[in-house]
Each structure stands twice: as structure tokens, then as C-alpha cells.
């Protein structure tokens, strides 16, 4: 287990983690799967994480699947931060610093632009929303490539978490759109186009326009200058 320093305004706090994953560097098929267990005083949580993709053709087109399931094991706490979050996780929730955001401590704003930069994890929806859970939370994405060009491709999301029938009055909430994969890994931007009705209205309620409705996914703790290069020639095919 592992040490994470949480600091709020009145004290600061200690988790402990314990991370399993598995994965394969298939260049057919690969996958990977991930079990975290995260715990404090107050709350113990565990959740899987598994990733798949399947390139059919000599254009590496492709399907993709992931599949997210979150518990917590105990919960005597009322800190949202610890929630699991229909829209992925960023600055200010990300409570064990797994990753590294331009805006940390942007509260969720559409001013500035570097501060829709999130992670695709848990949840993993892009359509911007408050939505999270303190109990238990799935989710399931099936993506695939374009024709033309490779680096788009369409997604389907689709989740249900504990309060899910009561905020959208059905047990299940989707969302599909277009996702461009910029630089494998590392940055890729997300285009919704359409979803469930309750969750359009709410994210209406934090964008003025299409343009801030747009999210990316910047994962500077993978970059390697060493390997990028040949990243790069693979996926645009050169």
C-alpha cells in the first residue's frame, strides 16, 4: 500500500492504495485490466477498470471496449471528493494526484479552456455534469475508427450508478459522440454530439455555446520523448 497526502482547509489526511493491473502490448488485441482498492478512516472503495481493442485490418481500424465497476466497501464520510463521478475525474478531485492537470485547482469553468481537461476514467462520459455517487457506480464504452481519417473515431457511453433512476428517471444514461486521438495515449479531444435528455439540459446549464461543451484528455505523465516519435509515424500511418 501507498501514502497519499490529501490536504483541505482544516487538516490533512492519509490514504492507502493497493493497485493490481494486467495488460497486454498485443499489437492485434490488446488489453488491460486494473484493480484499485483506495481507503481512509472513513471509507474504503474498490473498483475495476478493463480496456480492450481489437484492430481487424492492415489500416489498423478498430473496436474498442471499457468497462468500469466502482463499490464502496464502507462509506461514513460526506466528502464529494471521494465520489465516484459520471464525467471522469479532474484537478479537484483527483484526491490522489494520479495525475497531472494544467488547472488542479480550477473549480469546473468554461473560461478558460485548459480548465476541460479531465481523465476518461470511472464514469468516463464527456459531456460536462455534477452527477457522482457515494455508494456504486458502472460503465461500458464501445468506440470505433473512422474510415478516413484514423485519429477520429465514434463512442458510445453508458452508465448507472446508485442515484441514476432518480435524477434521470431510467436506470440507464448514455451519451455518444466523435473522439479525435491527437497523439496516441496522450492527447485526444472529445466531441459529443448527443445523450440522455436530462444529461444534455444539465450540461446546457454550464456552457454557453458548442465550443465549451468540447473536453480533452492530456495525459502529460505518459509522455516518453523517447518512444513518441515512432507513436506518431504508427498512428497516422506514415
Known amino acids: 500500500?501507498?501514502?497519499?497526502?490529501?490536504?483541505?482547509?482544516?487538516?490533512?489526511?492519509?490514504?492507502?492504495?493497493?493497485?493490481?493491473?494486467?495488460?497486454?502490448?498485443?499489437?492485434?488485441a490488446p488489453y488491460t485490466v486494473s484493480l484499485k482498492v483506495l481507503s481512509g478512516n472513513d471509507f474504503s472503495r474498490a473498483e475495476v477498470d478493463g480496456s480492450y481493442k481489437y484492430i481487424y485490418d492492415w489500416r489498423r481500424h478498430f473496436i474498442g471496449l471499457r468497462f468500469f465497476a466502482g463499490k464502496f466497501l464502507y462509506n461514513n464520510t460526506t466528502d464529494p471528493t471521494l465520489n465516484f463521478r459520471l464525467s471522469g475525474t479532474n484537478g479537484t478531485n483527483d484526491i490522489a494526484y494520479d495525475h497531472l492537470y494544467m488547472a488542479r485547482n480550477y473549480f469546473h469553468t468554461y473560461t478558460d479552456f485548459i480548465a476541460q481537461q479531465f481523465t476518461d476514467n470511472q464514469g468516463g462520459f464527456s459531456f460536462y455534469s455534477p452527477f457522482q455517487d457515494n455508494s456504486w457506480m458502472t460503465s461500458a464504452q464501445v468506440r470505433t475508427s473512422f474510415p478516413a481519417p484514423r485519429f477520429l473515431h465514434a463512442y458510445l457511453n453508458v452508465a448507472t450508478f446508485g442515484q441514476a433512476e432518480t435524477i434521470f428517471n431510467t436506470p440507464v444514461v448514455?451519451?455518444?459522440?466523435?473522439e479525435a486521438e491527437l497523439i496516441p495515449g496522450i492527447l485526444k479531444m472529445y466531441f459529443p454530439v448527443t445523450g440522455s435528455k436530462t444529461l444534455i439540459k444539465t450540461n446546457n446549464l454550464y456552457t454557453k455555446n458548442y465550443l465549451q461543451k468540447i473536453r480533452f484528455v492530456f495525459n502529460l505523465t505518459a509522455i516518453n520523448p523517447v518512444r513518441l516519435y515512432d507513436k506518431l509515424l504508427y498512428h497516422f500511418g506514415i
Open 1 to 28: 500500500s501507498t501514502l497519499f497526502p490529501y490536504t483541505t482547509l482544516f487538516r490533512s489526511r492519509y490514504y492507502n492504495r493497493i493497485n493490481f493491473t494486467q495488460y497486454s502490448s498485443n499489437k492485434i
Open 174 to 178: 448514455y451519451e455518444a459522440g466523435v
